[in-house]
């Protein structure tokens, strides 16, 4: 067994994890009247939201060196310089292709199901200021300050960073006495811290999902259980539809092997709801067992788990249709092609951790004039959704991951078919 695989029986432990805080934290919600509320209050904030809360703050504290370690080593030691333009255009836009067809489908299905409002009183939400635009979010990409992209976790700008630091770095390796060897030798390191605390994720999981229970027993979608259901829907379709499609129609690759293949890596973005965190298995998966070459899986899977986010997309794409409904606004064709693009925008600057995306849909909320209120309605159904849209999103890094790498002859069928 490598030092570098994910935890021994991860899958069962998690899904038993969050079994126990579903049960334990509906146990205390149902049966409040008998413990006394001290008792109550105590288990919620010191069990499962202190729990909860470290495995997010752990989860988070890894993604911005993790990012920028894997792109780093994995630019500055590519063996062909002159392919990476061809990967980079050709993965940016598969990127850009598969997320405007993850938010017309969303849109679609959202339409045909005649998606409903909310009827209840909408609490007030403080969205973030600043930094919500188009204008914005292109900005974000060229920091001018290298440490404070770092410090204010601006993964786009670190992206960008990271790739000419890659760039520079392959190019002067012979003069710098093979200093991106050492690079290499960090983001292994960084690897492992991820597979470290994931070895924690049960307890981490059985806490999120009690403090979660915690607040509102087991009726967690409660009145939005049309727009929940739609959503899982659209993105049940997404990846088992277009992500099928994709790999047929471009690379002639069976997507059952896939997916096989891919169980693993959609269960860590389940459990971490990063796609971030989940680079080193997403990376192992793409390159050992699809076959991927280092060279293509090195740059598209830490620039996907950044940038591509069809999960993200589809929900904003969604959660903007039902917050028009809710204030009873009709949105227009026009409206409708601006939410495509919107999401698009909004996906790409989610940071790749737990609820960005509900974050950035203040963006597609702010330039249709909608309220941002309405984002702490869906904030609170959004734990569960997280995890699965996290699932979507590094899926289609890794379907992107094997059509590049084929279409640059640099994927091994037979270790895919295998
Ligand atoms: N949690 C998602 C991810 O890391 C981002 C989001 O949609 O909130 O991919």
Request: proline share 3%; aromatic share 12%; glycine share 6%.
């Amino acid at each position: 067994m490598s030092q570098l695989d994910p935890p021994k029986n991860l899958t069962r432990n998690v899904l038993v994890g969050m079994f126990a805080g579903v049960f334990i934290a509906s146990l205390c919600f149902y049966f409040q009247d008998f413990i006394s509320q001290s008792v109550f209050l105590g288990i919620e904030k010191y069990l499962f939201n202190l729990g909860g809360q470290i495995f997010k703050n752990l989860l988070l504290l890894i993604v911005v060196p993790l990012v920028f370690f894997s792109l780093v080593s994995g630019i500055s030691s590519l063996s062909n310089m002159v392919k990476l333009g061809s990967i980079a255009s050709k993965t940016v836009l598969l990127y850009l292709l598969t997320t405007a067809f993850a938010v017309m489908i969303a849109i679609f299905f959202g339409w045909i199901f005649n998606i409903s409002g909310y009827e209840g009183e909408v609490a007030s939400f403080n969205a973030p200021a600043g930094e919500a635009s188009l204008y914005d979010t292109v900005l974000r990409v060229f920091p001018s300050n290298i440490f404070g992209a770092f410090v204010e976790n601006n993964m786009l700008g670190i992206v960008f960073i990271s790739i000419l630091f890659g760039i520079a770095l392959n190019l002067t390796d012979n003069l710098t006495d093979n200093l991106s060897k050492n690079f290499e030798r960090l983001n292994i390191v960084f690897m492992k811290i991820v597979l470290i605390i994931m070895s924690f994720a049960p307890i981490g999981v059985f806490c999120l999902m009690g403090s979660y229970v915690m607040d509102n027993g087991l009726n967690i979608f409660g009145d939005l259980i049309q727009y929940v259901l739609i959503l899982i829907f659209v993105l049940l379709f997404h990846l088992f539809f277009t992500y099928s499609l994709v790999l047929k129609f471009f690379a002639n690759l069976n997507p059952i092997i896939f997916f096989k293949k891919m169980r693993n890596v959609a269960l860590f973005a389940f459990t971490t709801s990063s796609s971030a965190a989940t680079i080193p298995v997403t990376l192992k998966t793409v390159t050992d067992e699809l076959g991927v070459k280092k060279d293509v899986s090195s740059f598209v899977v830490p620039v996907g788990a950044t940038i591509n986010m069809d999960g993200t997309a589809i929900m904003q794409g969604l959660a903007t249709m039902f917050i028009a409904s809710t204030v009873g606004v009709d949105l227009s064709m026009i409206e409708y092609i601006q939410i495509v693009l919107l999401a698009m925008v909004a996906s790409i600057g989610a940071a790749a951790v737990p609820s960005a995306g509900t974050i950035t849909l203040a963006l597609i909320l702010s330039s249709l004039g909608l309220p941002l209120d309405a984002i702490g309605l869906i904030l609170a159904v959004d734990r569960i959704l997280d995890m699965i849209r996290t699932s979507v999103n590094v899926s289609g890094d890794a379907a992107v991951a094997c059509v590049v790498a084929n279409s640059e002859e640099l994927l091994d069928k037979n270790l895919f078919n295998k």
